[in-house]
């Protein structure tokens, strides 16, 4: 087995979220004799699964329900041997439903991601069947079997070392001749062998994983679009593809907002040298993106919806040690994490990513949680859009952001990211789509 020529393949819900796709996927698998495919659940499926464990209102659970159902079964149907796997699926379907009941009246995290799980359970077992049409030794493999987390600072962290040991299940699968089929997304628990969850969108970093641990040096990765676009084309339309692009440069990407790939992933590739295929599902013989070590960098932007800003004034500049340690411990205590900490003018500026907080923690109560904290004036901001501009020359940039657009708009902050490399722009939702593009008409991007 030679590995250096061996692929992993991930397909994300909206690249398998019809049976025309799900059959493009297929010709992808069998042309390029891909051997370890990772799949995320069917397109809409996770966030149904989401709003059925809180829907108390008996009429709207039944249509959550009906939809997920419908999902699922509208692809089935297209089967050969369609009985079989509808018989399986329709066991996890009365396990959804029943889980999700209790769920809605007592809350429990091992059951909740349980329940998410059975999105991506569901896909593999339905993509597997449909490929073995064309491939007669595909075997579908429960990753749960090798993919062990702990819990940290409330996250589930992958364990290297069992992880390194258990990789050998797939490794002896792969020798025989098989292709396997398996879940993003999901894991276990080393102490509690309960199903625990990578964090949304994380089906990347599990192609990742198994790139690491496998030792195979190419990934490739289907989406709705073709490559890495400068800038998201939902958001502004433009044509620049960027063909060949640096691992940092698409971590810093990732982590700013733009909906490529998993930033955990890319920490993954970068630090075992794998080389990333961006491609699309819906133009399969387009040229897409090519993520290496020898890329030069570029200019894009990124852009993070649903953050939250914490201004804190701050009237003694010898109080602030004291204010950050206060604030940051009630932060941590309520396991809320932040990204930025900016000190500018008596103002102390958190910015919280309110879409990064844990799958099953509740909506964020700042307001409740902070009036422990009366002796400070705080304002709290939400629904702002953070505006990253990404690359060289960030700090003529700045220079010429001031002088040409800041007066049009009104920003909330400015700060320079993780480096001097990242711009930041944190601005109110109504002005967002149109300093976007005012951006991109100043910086032709």
């Not at 493999?141 to 600072?153: A, G, P, Q």
Request: aromatic content about 12%; proline content about 1%; glycine content about 4%.
């Amino acid at each position: 087995m030679k590995k250096k020529n061996m692929e992993i393949a991930k397909f994300g819900g909206k690249s398998i979220s019809n049976i025309k796709l799900i059959d493009t996927a297929i010709k992808i698998v069998v042309k390029n004799n891909i051997k370890v495919i990772v799949l995320s659940a069917f397109s809409n499926t996770t966030e149904l699964l989401i709003s059925l464990a809180k829907e108390k209102n008996k009429k709207n659970f039944y249509n959550f329900f009906t939809k997920i159902e419908n999902i699922q079964y509208r692809i089935i149907k297209f089967l050969k041997n369609k009985r079989k796997i509808e018989k399986k699926v329709s066991k996890i379907i009365r396990k959804i439903k029943k889980l999700a009941k209790y769920l809605v009246f007592k809350f429990e995290k091992s059951k909740y991601q349980q329940l998410l799980s059975y999105g991506e359970i569901i896909s593999t077992l339905v993509f597997a069947e449909r490929l073995r049409q064309k491939k007669k030794k595909i075997k579908w493999f429960d990753i749960r079997n090798v993919l062990y987390t702990k819990m940290e600072f409330y996250e589930n962290i992958p364990i290297d070392k069992i992880i390194k040991k258990k990789i050998k299940k797939i490794s002896e699968i792969l020798k025989k001749g098989y292709t396997i089929v398996t879940q993003g997304f999901i894991a276990k628990d080393i102490n509690t062998k309960c199903t625990t969850l990578l964090g949304r969108g994380s089906s990347d970093y599990t192609a990742a994983l198994l790139g690491k641990f496998l030792q195979f040096k190419k990934i490739s990765i289907w989406k709705d679009v073709v490559g890495v676009h400068k800038i998201d084309p939902k958001i502004a339309k433009n044509k620049n593809i960027i063909r060949k692009i640096n691992y940092r440069f698409i971590k810093d990407m990732s982590f700013f907002g733009a909906n490529i790939v998993h930033e955990k992933a890319v920490g993954t590739i970068m630090k075992n040298r794998i080389i990333l295929y961006i491609n699309s599902i819906t133009h399969p013989k387009k040229i897409g993106t090519i993520v290496c070590n020898n890329a030069k960098f570029s200019n894009a932007i990124a852009i993070r919806t649903e953050q939250i800003l914490l201004k804190i004034f701050i009237k003694n500049i010898l109080q602030i040690r004291y204010v950050l340690n206060s604030v940051v411990n009630i932060l941590f205590k309520n396991f809320i994490f932040f990204d930025f900490l900016v000190f500018s003018k008596k103002i102390l500026y958190i910015v919280i990513d309110s879409k990064k907080k844990q799958i099953f923690i509740d909506d964020l109560d700042l307001e409740k949680i902070f009036k422990k904290m009366k002796i400070y004036n705080i304002e709290i901001i939400k629904n702002l859009f953070l505006i990253t501009i990404i690359g060289k020359n960030t700090k003529k940039i700045k220079d010429l952001f001031f002088y040409k657009i800041i007066k049009k708009f009104k920003i909330e902050t400015l700060f320079f990211g993780r480096s001097k490399k990242n711009f930041c722009i944190l601005s109110n939702r109504k002005e967002s789509d149109f300093l976007v593009k005012q951006i991109c008409k100043v910086f032709i991007f």
